[in-house]
């Protein structure tokens, strides 16, 4: 049973990713081909539309000034190796968390690849359309972040939020209301899948295992936004043994912050 509220909407979360599963890898290939467009066309516009290349900031200077630069949207190109490195290592991932069969016995390799690309380039993707919203949110962090206030206040602050969120109790008779009408909303297994088949295997980051598409996934995202910004790209490598020491130096300074 739930605790808390953080349980419950992780609980949602789960049930909106069981909700919206793919029956197969055609349908992966589209989600991944859905959030390259997300992350690296959508956004980027969405973005732009709130600070175009002309934007000044409030007196005068121009916006997209160093370090800040101005991001290029990506066009998809099934013919573009990185392009299509990000769509094959997403899919690929999005099967595994569903237990979908990926259909080749070599999902690294390059012919394969190619075949994933010719399939993403045949989905249609929706228009870009400015979100006002959106558009709130982005002016609403650049403006916290050109007016910092000094560190004892943004301190007490957090102090303050810590406190808050500690003095809050959930009600337990809630809780057990939210979690039952999320629990009959769970997809029921039939006679040709069992429980355990319709469930999500989470993935968990192993560096070492080259065919798991875990760094694939980070090298492809990593470059694609590289190549957005205009920064020279990592190789496959450089990615691998980077991320290899993020987890062990988190890990570290979290030691030495907890014993001190």
Known sequence: MPTSSQDIAAYKEGLNLLKERPNNFDECVKFARNAFEHYFNHAVKQLLHVYPLDAKT????????????PPTPLIFDYE????????????????????????SDKPRSNDFKKEVGLIASKFKVDEFVPDESAAKEIQASVDKDAKKKDADKEEAKEEDQIAEDLSIVDDPVKLREQFTEIYNSLPKPDKEKSFED??????????????????????????????????????????????????????????????L
């Not at 409030?58 to 630069?69: E, N, V």
């Open 58 to 69: 409030a007196d005068g200077t121009p916006f997209w000034t160093l370090p800040k630069r």
């Open 80 to 103: 573009d190796m990185l392009h299509l490195n990000f769509i094959c290592s997403t899919a690929c991932l999005q099967a595994k968390i569903f237990k979908i069969k990926i259909p």
């Open 198 to 259: 319709i469930l999500i295997k989470a993935e968990e980051f192993e560096k070492d295992d080259d065919a798991n598409f875990h760094i694939d996934f980070m090298s492809s995202m990593g470059n694609c936004r590289a190549v957005s910004y205009k920064l020279d790209p990592m190789d496959w490598l450089q990615v691998k043994l980077k991320a290899g020491r993020i987890v062990p130096a988190m890990a570290t300074t979290t030691a030495s912050i907890a014993g």
